[in-house]
């Protein structure tokens, strides 16, 4: 099994091939679904304080920044968090980033920020219970709380001899996946309920060198008992769908107009955890 500080060290020796994915164009999953659909129930953030939860290389991140935002931002990826200090040496955006663990926020305040995001990420952190501890307290009350996730209904979590995998990528990304049709029918298919660690192959042509992580699923009730453990009420929920503009430059996301890919989730903090 592979322990935290592994999932850690995969990332830092993906953080290039990652960083050439999201900044060259290539992750139209982001770029064409989930953030047009992030960002409007993100709103206004001009003069907020924003912390961006496990930001990567800071993609994200840079766009609130650029929307008038106060934005720090954390991840626990040393490799990512330097190629998005590298970016903001270069276009001074006034964010400040932290090499920090998602449920340890030593360095930032209690009762501090106007809104935390976390773009699709909250799945890769293993205690993400401690991860919602600790965005409940940097918090203001009546803060706000907007994630993003692989959406937990329709996730295929397959076990065959090498582990548990996820091979979504056949329904979402026509070539991403290496697994066949004969190979699947051998496998154990994971039902919904159950929480359960997995690798994710990122083995896509997009990819300019594929590299392999490791995700967790859970359902969402586990999710939603977590925030409301940690006082953050659900308040606003979406299934982003893509506009047919997108689905004609990137037909991939055709099979995003049936069956939801992702899900994006709104929680208030409402009372003290």
Known sequence: MVRENDIMKQWDQAAEYWSNFVREGKDYYRDELNNPASFRLIGNVKGKRVLDLACGEGYNTRILARRGATVVAVDFSKSLIELAMQKETEESLGITYYVSDAVDLKELPTNHFDLVTCFMALHDIEHYEDALSEVARVLKEKGRFIFSLPHPCFEEIVKDSKGWRNVSGRRYDE???????????????????????????????????????????????????????????????????????????????????????????????????
């Open 175 to 273: 070539g991403t996946e290496n697994m066949n049709e004969k190979d699947l029918s051998r496998s154990e298919v994971r039902s919904y309920f159950g929480s359960v660690r997995y690798e994710i192959f990122w083995t896509m042509q997009r990819i300019s060198k594929p590299f392999k992580t490791v995700s967790f699923h859970r359902t969402l009730t586990d999710y939603f008992k977590a925030l409301h453990k940690n006082g953050l009420l659900v308040s606003r929920l979406v299934e982003p769908r893509p506009i047919l503009k997108a689905v004609s430059k990137h037909p991939a996301l055709r099979k995003v107009l049936d069956i939801p890919q992702s899900i994006i989730i709104e929680a208030v903090k409402w009372k003290k955890p």
